[in-house]
């Protein structure tokens, strides 16, 4: 499944924190219904690429106001993900940090 990070956030699914780890990981905290390992994930902040969901570190229910309350249940995760771009040789510039 492909989770896309809107600039509006109007489809629920955001992102509070991003950081590089080196060798084309990720890790990841944010809202996103339904994220599981091999998932796909696209954002708004770093346009074209496409980041692959490795590693779930925690699902919990989110905090925040939603229209339906059912939105929020397991929605908080962490995750490592993997750039598949990634080639340790060829110079890589990391996506941006959230």
Known sequence: MTHNHTFSGSNGIHIHNRR????GRYYQRGICKDLNE????TSHTSGGVILTVDKILSIKDSKGVFKNKEDAIDALYEAELVDSSFRPDINYTPINGI
């Open 20 to 23: 590089y780890l080196g060798d």
């Open 38 to 41: 091999g998932d796909q994930f």
